[in-house]
């Protein structure tokens, strides 16, 4: 048998005298268990809280890994194009065009990457909208952000080698040959 009892103060204040007039009104029988709802609420949903914990963990785990691999590609591509940089550089380029030409062909690579995630998240949100709770799983606010913190977190990977690329000194670079 379970009791619900409403109250307008803390439950915590009324929960003593209500488990003595159960046990009164029941002839001495214990009481098993006395919780608030707010109890009973966070006992039903704490798995689905591990569950979204786990996915934020991974999505983060995702995210700093895409960003180490485009940071790590970029900066490779650099270091192997920087005697293109400094004959570039030697013959009148600006920093500032160098730097872009960087950022456009990473930012290239990074919304193509983007663009096909987010198709493959439109054909695949219907397999994960068992473990959505309250949101849809065609949800356009998430379509609509997702692609552009992915852009911007792109942009900041791709920004660092640019920024390097667009630093070369064209005598060291073309010394190196």
Known sequence: MAWI???SGPP???SRPVEKELRDASGGLPIASARTMAEVIAES???DDFNMTLLVIFGSSALLLAVIGIYGLMAYTVGQRTQEVGIR???GAEPRNVRIMVILEGMRLALGGVGIGTVSALGTSRLI???LFGVKAWDPL???AVPVVLSVVALLAVWFPA???ARTDPTDALRRT
């Open 89 to 91: 550089m030697a013959m």
């Open 5 to 7: 009892v409403r109250t």
């Open 12 to 14: 915590s204040a009324i």
């Open 45 to 47: 949903t704490r798995r």
């Open 129 to 131: 909208s068992g473990l």
């Open 142 to 144: 998430v379509f609509a």
């Open 163 to 165: 920024r390097r690329a």
